[in-house]
């Protein structure tokens, strides 16, 4: 337990900067949409709802990614020498590899509060009710993210050589690419006919009800995804540290 609560703090004291700037951009980004709202008090109660849940669809996205995104941490560990000069200490596999999914947990947790309580923020701003939909929606975000570190952690492990990496690496481009350019197909929004002047409102409208009919479809799914990609990960993460001893 004290090897535990010895790399808690290690990381803590690591990733607190990292994850503090994170959350004064996020607190930016909602002061700001909480003041545009605000602001916009002549404007009717429908603008109001539909630039709402809009912003709290984005606020969702964008907190999604920030909280499951440590890549800074894991550069500053590289940087560091840690993972070097960790084999040297009485630290098991296991051990280094359980915090940091932990830590990763952990994030995503709070994150989950934070749009919570962001999408709150913003309704109040706009007199309306808060979607707490937008809870899948971060979900869905930050496992996406997860699922890209997944891979990346494949690659590293099924690469033997450079010429392997990169040639799996163009694979997975192409792929990322494929679905990127497929994607736009699961959005079917016709603008035909809306009047020109109404489309600054009708498009956030469009894009929120699009999104949310596929959350709809998917949300009873997400949470047993998440510990699927937690426990991939972590597995994947052992692997890798596995390999590095060697």
């Not at 979607?131 to 952690?153: K, S, T």
Request: with cysteine.
């Amino acid at each position: 337990m004290r090897k535990y609560k010895s790399l808690l703090f290690r990381e803590y004291k690591l990733s607190r900067n990292h994850y503090l700037f994170r959350l004064v951009i996020l607190t930016l980004f909602l002061g700001l949409v909480f003041l545009a709202i605000l602001l916009n008090h002549d404007e009717s109660q429908e603008t109001k709802n539909s630039i709402s849940i809009f912003m709290s669809l984005l606020f969702a996205i964008i907190t999604g990614f920030v909280c499951a995104d440590d890549a800074g941490v894991y550069r500053s560990d590289i940087n560091a020498g840690w993972y070097t000069y960790s084999y040297c200490l009485p630290i098991s596999l296991f051990e280094k590899s359980f915090v940091r999914y932990f830590i990763k947990a952990l994030a995503i947790l709070i994150g989950a509060g934070i749009t919570a309580l962001g999408c709150q923020i913003i309704a109040i701003g706009a007199d309306a009710e808060a979607d707490m939909r937008m809870l899948f929606v971060f979900l869905l975000m930050a496992e996406i993210y997860l699922l890209f570190q997944i891979v990346i952690h494949v690659v590293s492990l099924m690469a033997k050589d450079v010429r392997k990496s990169k040639t799996m690496w163009g694979i997975v481009c192409a792929a990322a690419l494929g679905i990127i350019v497929w994607a736009p197909n699961l959005i079917s929004i016709d603008f035909s006919d809306v009047p020109k002047d109404e489309l600054g409102v009708a498009l956030p409208n469009m894009i929120v009800e699009t999104a949310m009919k596929w959350i709809d479809k998917i949300d009873l799914f997400l949470f047993p995804l998440l510990i699927i990609l937690f426990v991939a990960g972590f597995i994947l993460t052992y692997k890798t540290y596995e390999r590095r001893k060697m």
